[in-house]
């Protein structure tokens, strides 16, 4: 099959028309496109910045830790570490104040499809676990305002916060994944539910150990958890842990070695699985991160295939760090974040890799420290960066979905 490689970028001007203000836009499309695949471009104008993010239009993001789309409106929400912003960026959080920018958004942010922020909530507060870099870094009023005087700036701040993964349930609840315990909130940040509070260990305690993601499935009611070297399944209402399966749906061990194996037989245990994406049509699918696999399963845990993405690739993570799937009715492809920063394309089915989009950078359509992904029903794509240190892009682009390349033609 000969493949058509395509790297470039667009440049579109909106010119003043009846009386509209001037708005340039820049769009990029920087992907391998493959006959039959689908097709990309990035778009800059995501989200409104200046102007428009925070009162004052001087928020700014650390490192995303999840994003996740509600399927009511197609809302966009992302999960932030507000410790992670990096020193030289915040100025405007020292007290007395450096400059007018930047201040951390909160923890938990809303976006509509546009970019347009819709509000932010999250962070320390009375009656539930949450830690900030384990300090308090950032504190936040009940609606989720910045308070300023409370930085710690005498060390710097801390290079790791306890958000994880974010996920939107059918109801339009938030589930968030915070350290070594999982949060239900309302939309508009007050707490339902805490699974998994500080001190208590996996499976014997029925709660979490290192959850790092939480997904409601609405026919059954059941929460689904990616923790490390199991998956656990949970009462979406009273929490109650029901089940919980390793790879190949057996029994997981945590005393396994975390070697990374990427020739040869397949690892019989997880390593590091960092997210789970389940299909419409009841298939649990679980990124084994550091065995650079995919694993798929039924609900109840049943082994079904797996496919190995990049396996040789040692890169820190690995390969296969969030999923999520194309917007058609039948989720032909499966999108697949990888801590080498590409997003790579997969035949659900199959499991095979059929195209990638991005590489390592800093311009549109690269990434840098790639960890999340989330797909509304339009078929965009929003990809989030996390951060290492001081480097890490800590953005969220948004990847246009433009239709599906044609099909290589047939020779006589």
Same mark, same amino acid.
């Given at each position: ?15 003043? /028309?009846?009386?509209? &203000? ?30 428009? *993010? ?28 507000? =410790? ?26 809303? *976006? ?133 399966? #390793? ?19 397949? &690892? ?8 789970? =994406? ?39 993570? #690995?390969? /296969? ?14 999108? /697949? ?29 690269? *990434? ?36 599906? =390349? ?7």
């Amino acid at each position: 099959m000969r493949r058509n490689r395509l790297c470039m970028l667009v440049f579109a001007t909106t010119i003043l /028309v009846g009386g509209e &203000p001037f708005v340039p836009r820049l769009a990029a499309q920087i992907q391998e496109v493959v006959p039959g695949g689908p097709v990309f471009e990035v778009d800059l104008s995501w989200p409104k910045a200046e102007g428009h *993010f925070g009162e004052q239009g001087n928020w700014d993001f650390g490192a995303i830790a999840g994003i996740a789309i509600d399927p009511a409106n197609d809302h966009v929400w992302v999960a932030t570490r507000p =410790a992670t912003m990096a020193q030289n960026e915040n100025f405007a959080l020292k007290y007395p104040s450096m400059g007018d920018c930047c201040l951390p958004t909160p923890p938990v942010v809303e *976006f509509d499809a546009g970019g347009k922020f819709i509000q932010g909530w999250g962070g320390p507060k009375q009656g539930h676990d949450w830690l900030v870099g384990g300090k308090g870094v950032f504190e936040y009023d009940e609606n989720g305002n910045y308070i300023l005087g409370r930085p710690r700036l005498e060390s710097g701040l801390d290079w790791w916060a306890g958000e994880q993964r974010i996920s939107v349930d059918h109801s339009g609840n938030i589930w968030l994944v915070e350290s070594n315990h999982i949060l239900k909130f309302t939309n508009a940040g007050k707490l339902l539910v805490q699974i998994g509070p500080s001190g208590k260990q996996a499976d014997q305690d029925g709660v979490p150990r290192h959850p790092t993601m939480a997904v409601l499935y609405a026919k059954t009611n059941e929460l689904f958890v990616s923790d490390m070297r199991r998956v656990m399944v949970f009462d979406g209402d009273a929490g109650k842990l029901k089940h919980v399966w #390793g790879a190949y749906g057996n029994k997981p061990d945590d005393s396994a070695p975390s070697t990374r194996i990427l020739v040869g037989p397949a &690892p019989k245990q997880f390593n590091n699985v960092q997210a789970l =994406a389940i299909s419409n049509d009841g298939l649990v699918y679980v990124a084994d991160s550091e065995n650079n696999r995919v694993q798929v399963f039924r609900t109840d845990g049943t082994f079904l295939k797996e496919g190995f993405v990049a396996r040789d690739r040692q890169v820190p993570s #690995g390969t /296969v760090v969030d999923m999520a799937f194309s917007a058609d009715s039948g989720q032909q492809f499966l999108y /697949v974040a990888g801590a080498d920063d590409h997003i790579r394309i997969l035949n659900r089915e199959t499991l095979q890799t059929v195209g990638s989009i991005g590489r390592l950078g800093h311009y549109p359509g690269q *990434f840098y420290n790639l960890h999340s992904l989330a797909v509304d029903s339009k078929g965009d794509i929003y990809a989030g960066e996390d951060h290492n240190g001081l480097a890490g892009g800590r953005r969220v682009q948004k990847l246009l979905f433009k239709g599906i =390349a044609p099909a290589a033609a047939v020779g006589p």
